[in-house]
Nanobody
């Protein structure tokens, strides 16, 4: 069993920054691909970013150049640094983890098997 707990969401003004954290526990190791999805009201959940066990990253076009995904293997924690935030970034952000051996491609197209409960990010003036 894998548990993912997000933190770091909140209210920020346009152009501001937030860093989300996802602490993983249970049957998960550094080889697992992990990532972030988000869901805004009235929209489908969409891929944001992913990082493989080896450190390869992948981003949605909408966040390239603004968001950075990283991880601390010693802490089993994945981060999403969000800069230059826009109102359209407002959403619930979900941490996501794949099963061992599943690739970034799987993470991008459908997400992995494990999900956190989400953390709200609101970008508004």
């Amino acid at each position: 069993q894998v548990q993912l707990v997000e933190s770091g969401g909140g209210l920020v003004q346009p152009g501001g920054s937030l860093r989300l954290s996802c602490a993983a526990s249970g049957s998960i190791f550094s080889i697992n691909t992990m990532g972030w999805y988000r869901q805004a009201p009235g929209k489908q959940r969409e891929f944001v970013a992913a990082i493989s066990g080896g450190g390869t990253t992948n981003y949605a076009d909408s966040v390239k150049g603004r968001f950075t995904i990283s991880k601390d293997n010693a802490k089993n924690t994945v981060y999403l640094q969000m800069n230059s935030l826009k109102p359209e970034d407002t959403a619930v952000y979900y941490c996501n983890a794949a099963r061992p051996g599943q690739s970034i491609l799987i993470m991008r197209v459908r997400g992995g098997d494990y999900w956190g409960q989400g953390t709200q990010v609101t970008v508004s003036s």
